[in-house]
């Protein structure tokens, strides 16, 4: 009788170029060394190691958070499960993605349709305000900071130093985000009046939650 080898699809999203990363994996290889998944922009890397007591330590890079996430699984959930999903610890994106081949590609292209989404939905272009130089303590700061941001924006709750129109009714601005050393700035594009949002500490941006409306000066 032959034994078939276990082996599985293991795939994550590079936050810094936004491509699948894809590749196979088996439980002969990780028996003998740690895997790493490369991103061919060659800005990321997701590692899984087998450990002596049987189960699968993994650590994947985020396209929301600007540090890795690390995740312990059973062998058996890792190589049997047809899909297998793991989140991101402070959103709904799943982060990593294993399973049989097919559906791994299927669950991929799902997500990238849901980071798309979310993109449009707070105004960026990429996840590049996620990585820069200058990142968050806590992941959960800024997605409370930004949820608070495009909630206000959407209610037009934001108000800057726009001139009024003839009816005497408010122009609205046209808002930026931006990632800064001392928070997150909030600016317009069109009179230049900005303000920065202390990222500090979650008691800042709790406070900032609880805000119901925004003046930039």
């Known amino acids: 009788m032959v034994l078939e080898p276990k082996q599985t699809t293991v795939a994550y999203r590079c936050p810094h170029c936004g491509a699948g990363v894809m590749s196979a994996v088996g439980l ?20 899984v190691v087998y450990s002596k007591d049987g189960k699968v330590r993994l650590t994947v890079p985020c396209i929301l ?8 699984v059973s062998s058996s959930v890792f190589f049997k499960n047809d899909l297998f999903l793991l989140p991101c610890p402070y959103s709904d994106i799943n982060i990593c993605i294993t399973g049989e081949q097919n559906k791994v590609k299927a669950e991929l292209a799902r997500t990238e349709l849901q980071l798309l989404d979310l993109l449009e939905e707070n105004g960026l272009e990429n996840f590049d305000i996620f990585h820069g130089e200058q990142t968050l303590t806590d992941p959960q700061i800024l997605d409370i900071i930004l949820f608070v941001i495009n909630d206000l924006d959407a ?16 122009e609205e601005g046209n808002y930026d985000v931006e990632m800064m050393p ?17 990222s500090n500490s979650l008691i800042n941006a ?3 939650l609880n805000s119901d409306s925004l003046t930039l000066e």
């Open 28 to 47: 002969f290889a990780l028996n003998a060394d740690m895997i790493k998944l490369k991103c061919t922009c060659g800005h990321s890397e997701m590692s």
């Open 65 to 72: 958070c600007p540090n890795p996430h690390t995740f312990t």
């Open 206 to 208: 709790h406070d900032f």
């Open 182 to 198: 001392e928070g997150i700035k909030v600016s317009c594009t069109k009179c230049g009046a900005h303000k920065i949002i202390p």
């Open 155 to 170: 209610e037009g709750k934001i108000y800057c130093k726009c001139k009024q129109n003839k009816k005497g009714e408010h």
